[in-house]
């Protein structure tokens, strides 16, 4: 890889962290040692060719274009978590997949409320990643402190939102809106 490879890759990994919370290479291998997935399964869950997951691993592609597939790791995070804690077997956790894997996304707040932790409550995290994601799914980190220096003037706190959600790293976003909630 020359040095020019080597920066471009950097370059889509540190957006990645700044998007997704770390770089998807990262996120998809604790996935796979999570789950008891190969690569080409979790591809296949997401909704995305091999060639593609690929990419986003390696750091040559940044961004998941499409926001269905977006939400398909968030609930693949959430699932890993739950196997994690006991809460969901192996095998409820494949039936799960295959639920995921056909689901085309769609409203954030629908699925969060779908998918609450055992006391029937979501986290305040997987709240928090849900905003993150929605907001990074519509623009990229840059865009967004963009959006947020035009709105400072007039909407200082709309324009913090948009820089805590949209660009900021999610525990700061946990204490910003824990720190809301009255």
């Known amino acids: 890889m020359d040095a020019a490879q080597q920066e471009s890759t950097a370059r889509a990994r540190e957006l990645q ?15 796979i040692d999570d789950l008891g997935l190969n690569q080409a399964r979790l591809a296949g869950v997401l909704g ?19 926001p269905a ?19 969901v ?29 055992s006391s029937g409550a979501p986290t305040v995290k997987r709240v928090v990643r849900e905003i993150q994601s929605l907001l990074r799914s519509v ?13 400072a003037p007039t909407h200082p706190e709309l324009a913090e939102f948009l820089r805590v959600y949209g660009a ?10 824990e720190a809301h909630q009255s």
Request: hydrophobic share 40%.
């Open 17 to 31: 962290r700044n998007w997704y919370g770390e770089p998807l290479g990262a996120l998809f291998r604790r996935l």
């Open 48 to 66: 995305l060719s091999a060639p593609m997951l690929s990419q986003l691993m390696s750091g040559q592609r940044a961004k998941i274009g499409n």
């Open 69 to 87: 597939v977006v939400q398909r790791v968030q609930l693949l995070q959430e699932l890993a978590g739950q196997v994690a804690d006991g809460s």
């Open 89 to 117: 077997s192996a095998a409820e956790a494949t039936n799960r997949m295959d639920e995921i894997k056909k689901s085309q996304g769609g409203s954030v707040l629908t699925n969060t409320a779908q998918s609450n932790t």
């Open 139 to 151: 623009a990229a980190a840059g865009d967004i402190i963009d959006a947020a220096d035009t709105l």
């Open 168 to 177: 900021g790293r999610t525990a700061d976003a946990v204490a910003h809106y």
